[in-house]
């Protein structure tokens, strides 16, 4: 990530991430999401080129389940951010965060565990 305020505006406050301290001295953010954490490290090149751009599911990507899929879409849209709907149909959205890094947001059920306001949860 080039600018932890902006990853952090995006994984914090559109995405609903729960921050978690870490213990070392280099610029980063770490995110609980479940079982897992997402680990962003600051770096002033980062380099992130669609492969394809029509389809941005076919690029490599991070998935995660989010409860309430049209719900997050709004925030987002309302936000600025581009939103791509998946090229099969299912109920799932691509985004990029501030850096590029392509973002998967698939529905998942409502009554999974997911220990999220916005249910963002691994798939």
Known sequence: MTDLDRAAAFYEGLLGLHRVDRPLTFPGLWYQVGAVQIHLIQSPHVTNRLQDGDRWGRNPHLALGVTNLDALKA??????????????????????????????????????DTGKSTGAAPQ
Do not use: C, H, M, Y
Request: proline share 8%; hydrophobic share 40%; glycine share 10%.
């Open 75 to 112: 925030t987002l849209t309302e936000a600025g951010i581009p939103v791509q709907a998946s090229a099969s149909g299912r109920a799932a959205i691509f985004v990029q965060d501030p850096d590029g890094n392509l973002i998967e947001l698939s529905q998942i059920p409502a009554d999974g």
